[in-house]
């Protein structure tokens, strides 16, 4: 068992930046790879980026690659989401999540565990 806790969301003008923390617990992290997805409001969930246990490859949804970073410090068992250049339709329920095993991957039904979300919202 283990637990997926989110923080560093809020309010942002259209433009700024901001970092979200995932800080795991228990028996997630070590080889698991983890990424993030959100949820717009009436929306279904979207994949927004993954990074892989071992090599740390990443990849990203198009809607933010170039302006989002995911990263992870396997010492903290922690993974971040670096968001610049941050857009209203950024407006989204941040979720992180872990998947069993070391690939990373796109879909939302890989991952096995997932954080509670935080709220982002990007005013114009």
């Known amino acids: 068992q283990g637990q997926l806790v989110e923080s560093g969301g809020g309010l942002v003008q259209a433009g700024g930046s901001l970092r979200l923390s995932c800080a795991a617990s228990?028996?997630?992290?070590?080889?698991?790879?983890m990424g993030w997805f959100r949820q717009a409001p009436g929306k279904e969930r979207d994949f927004v980026a993954a990074?892989?246990?071992?090599?740390?490859?990443?990849s990203y949804a198009d809607s933010v690659k170039d302006r989002f970073t995911i990263s992870r410090d396997n010492a903290k068992n922690t993974v971040y989401l670096q968001m610049n250049s941050l857009k209203p339709e950024d407006t989204a329920i941040y979720y992180c999540?872990?998947?069993?095993?070391?690939?990373?991957?796109?879909?939302?039904?890989?991952?096995?565990?997932w954080g509670q979300g935080t709220q982002v919202t990007v005013s114009s």
């Open positions: 999540a872990a998947k069993v095993g070391t690939s990373k991957s796109r879909q939302e039904a890989r991952y096995d565990y």
């Open positions: 228990g028996r997630i992290f070590s080889s698991y790879a």
């Open positions: 990074v892989s246990w071992g090599s740390g490859s990443t």
